[in-house]
């Protein structure tokens, strides 16, 4: 039995997005704020991903961070470690990241990540070894890689994977952790639930498992606020509980968590206080 | 005659040195306290500046810092002094620059400039004796597609004291910030009379770094000068063992020159250097503090955290900087 982990990205959002609905994100009790596209649908600039994260970083204080990021020949390993050991000093140690799959030379993109995670104890000028500070705040920074690197490729760089609805399921023996990606039509969680909730839930903890998955990641690529509360809140009150609970468990707390989700019942809201005598 | 009509505080750059360790990042969050009171006393501006290698915590990448500034905030101008721009792409900078102004519109700025450290030029494997041309290349960039969009409303400032920096500004129209005293301030408004006299450009607005303390009383006056001068000797022994990748000799002051080797810190007596400082009671501090305002500066920029300040400490001398030294300078004409 696994209880996973919620994580939802928002790669729909710009900064200044993303910023406004991070609090809310954080006060549902989600378990990872990504930024950033997983599933690849959106290019990303990795140092546009790193700033709005940075500002991210001065609006949360619990909520773990993630940012993927994508490599290509433009990339740079010493700006990758500075960033990352900033953004993960700056969050007091909530930061994990994420490697899209490699675009032009899989060869050079394993280098440069490579020279960017091994940074922080030594970076080679002039025949020197330099530390590039600031290093990560956690002893080891935990990422992940796009299913394209492979299973071999995660274990040398000490990462996990990101394996989405196409990928076989991994080994897993010696991955660091495993992220399942669940995209859901049009971003509606709630309406994607509504027909079947306890079978909607039962196969997203059914497909997380079979991947050997630790937590399920749901990409919503909105940029409607509205519509990305409307499902951050199905996700946290409904999906959350049932993602945590045992498989004994799934119909009993689908029916309750959704039945709350849909009746607003007098019982909802504490009553106000009676006016004094 | 000038006008000074801003206000700023410079290198909030997170140093956890010797004489005040903290955790890395507490400082990020120190940051944010001193520069929400910064805002609260009425400061108009706060910049940070850029260096790579720093054993104390110094931020290397200004942007996710910057950003967690901007949205810690809600009115001060954010900006980095200076942005080493040979060590960026033009692509790097404006994708960084439209997140900023996507979190807070138009409250970024960005003086740029050059570096010095040959480690880092060595470490981002940049060709040192090109990095004027990087520079004015980079910045060229920006201003044109695609990147101009992407760049927003972000304020480009130049940073630095050598003359082709100088020349930069007027040529470009930017705002100029240097650090410098008053005797080298008044070499760098000199250096532009001589440009806009030779008709190479536009007078650009004048802005001034300098380390500013308010304290009456000659013990702690003595304290705050001490450790100004601890902290130059440390860098300046930190600079020394950098010897090795330093192929061209640094100057002890910040200097004019026609290379532009940057402000050295390798071989002034550290004392002197904190002599540079203005520190007294506010009325003498305003008054040292016009004789920039006399030469043309129309920004001062105080650079408070000099090293080991301990939180209570900084908070009061920018309070009293707020309260008892701007105003007699704010948009006076005398």
């Known amino acids: 039995m696994i209880q996973f982990r919620l994580a939802v990205a928002l790669p729909g959002l710009d900064a200044g997005g993303l910023l406004a609905l991070a609090p809310e994100v954080e006060a549902l009790g989600l378990d990872e704020l990504w930024y950033g596209d997983p599933t690849g649908t959106t290019s990303f600039d990795a140092t546009y991903v790193i700033t709005a994260l940075g500002g991210v970083t001065a609006v949360t204080r619990r909520i773990r961070l993630g940012a993927f990021v994508e490599l290509d020949r433009s990339s740079g390993a010493l700006w990758l470690a500075e960033d990352l050991g900033t953004l993960d000093q700056a969050s007091d140690g909530r930061l994990t990241l994420g490697v899209g799959a490699p675009r032009d030379d899989a060869a050079a993109a394993h280098d440069l990540l490579r020279r960017a995670l091994t940074a922080w104890t030594g970076w080679t000028v002039g025949g020197t070894s330099v530390p590039v500070t600031p290093a990560p705040a956690q002893p080891f920074l935990p990422r992940v890689l796009a299913s394209d690197w492979g299973e071999e490729a995660a274990d040398e760089l000490g990462a996990g994977l990101v394996t989405g609805p196409g990928d076989a399921a991994p080994g897993g023996t010696r991955l660091r952790r495993v992220l399942r990606t669940v995209e859901v039509d049009g971003d509606d969680v709630h309406a994607h639930l509504a027909g079947d909730v306890a079978g909607g839930l039962r196969t997203w903890r059914e497909t997380a498992a079979a991947a050997g998955a630790d937590s399920v990641l749901f990409v919503l690529h909105s940029a409607d606020p509205e519509l990305l509360r409307r499902s951050l809140n199905v996700l946290a009150r409904v999906v959350m509980p049932v993602l945590r609970c045992a498989d004994f468990q799934v119909d009993t707390v689908s029916e309750s968590a959704w039945r709350w989700q849909e009746e607003l019942t007098e019982f909802h809201e504490l009553p106000p206080a009676p006016a004094p005598a | ?334």
């Open chain 2, 1 to 334: 005659m000038a006008v000074c009509d801003e206000f700023g505080l410079a290198s909030f750059s997170q140093k956890s040195t010797y004489m005040e360790p903290m955790p890395f990042h507490a400082l990020y969050d120190q940051t944010i306290e001193e520069v929400q009171l910064a805002e609260e006393l009425g400061f108009d501006s706060v910049w940070m500046g850029e260096h790579h290698f720093s054993y104390e915590g110094q931020c290397p990448t200004v942007w996710p810092a910057l950003a967690r500034l901007l949205a810690a905030t809600e009115r001060i101008k954010i900006g980095a002094s200076v942005l080493l721009l040979p060590f960026h792409t033009a692509e790097r900078v404006a994708h960084a620059c439209a997140a900023l102004q996507s979190i807070s519109p138009g409250r970024l700025r960005l003086a740029m400039g050059t570096g010095y450290r040959e480690l880092e030029f060595g470490a981002h494997e940049v060709d040192r004796t090109q990095r004027g041309a990087l520079r004015r290349a980079r910045m060229e960039e920006l201003r044109s597609a695609p990147y101009a969009e992407l760049m927003g409303p972000t304020e480009i400032w130049m940073g630095g004291e050598a003359k082709p920096v100088l020349r930069h500004a007027v040529a470009y129209g930017a705002p100029l910030l240097v650090h410098a005293d008053l005797p080298h301030f008044k070499v760098v408004k000199q250096v532009v009379d001589e440009e806009l006299a030779a008709g190479n450009g536009t007078m650009p607005k004048l802005g001034v770094i300098r380390e500013v303390w308010v304290e009456e009383d000659p013990v702690r006056a003595r304290w705050f000068r001490r450790r100004y001068a601890e902290l130059w000797h440390h860098y300046a022994g930190i600079a020394n063992a950098e010897s090795p990748f330093q192929t061209v000799a640094t100057s002890a002051k910040v200097d004019v020159k026609e290379t532009g080797t940057g402000p050295g810190i390798t071989t002034q007596d550290p004392m002197d250097i904190a002599d540079m400082a203005i520190i007294g009671p506010p009325d003498e501090v305003a008054e040292r503090l016009w004789e920039f305002v006399d030469a043309g500066a129309e920004a001062l920029v105080f650079h408070v955290r000099v090293g080991g300040m301990p939180t209570a400490a900084l908070q009061e001398n920018l309070r009293r900087l707020a309260t008892e030294v701007i105003p007699s300078i704010r948009g006076v004409v005398r």
